[in-house]
Nanobody
Framework: QVQLVESGGGLVQAGGGLKLSCAIS????????MAWFRQAPGKEREFVVG????????TYADSVKGRFVSSKDDSNNILYLHMLRLKPEDTAVYYC?????????????????WGQGTQVTVFP
């Protein structure tokens, strides 16, 4: 089992930034693929960034490329999502997810473990 707990969401004005955290416990992550997804009201869950934990290779959605950056704290098993130049369309619940796989995946259905989500609201 893998437990994921997100934090760091909030209310921010467009153009500002937030840092989300995902605290991970329960497994050694060297063979895991992590990801951030988001879901806005009335929309499907959307891939944001995928991370292969050991080599920390990343794949970003086009909608966030150049504005969002993921990083990790290996010592404490924490995954971060640094969000810059936020836009109102970034408003969503952001989820951390994990799956035991070598390659980064963009399909939410393929992820086994999910956090509870953290709300990010960007106002104009």
């Amino acid at each position: 089992q893998v437990q994921l707990v997100e934090s760091g969401g909030g209310l921010v004005q467009a153009g500002g930034g937030l840092k989300l955290s995902c605290a991970i416990s329960g497994r050694t992550l060297s063979r895991y693929n992590m990801a951030w997804f988001r879901q806005a009201p009335g929309k499907e869950r959307e891939f944001v960034v995928g991370i292969q934990w050991m080599r920390f290779t990343t794949t970003y959605a086009d909608s966030v490329k150049g504005r969002f950056v993921s990083s990790k704290d290996d010592s404490n098993n924490i995954l971060y999502l640094h969000m810059l130049r936020l836009k109102p369309e970034d408003t969503a619940v952001y989820y951390c997810a994990a799956r035991p796989a070598a390659q980064v995946g963009t399909d939410s259905q393929s992820y086994n473990y999910w956090g509870q989500g953290t709300q990010v609201t960007v106002f104009p």
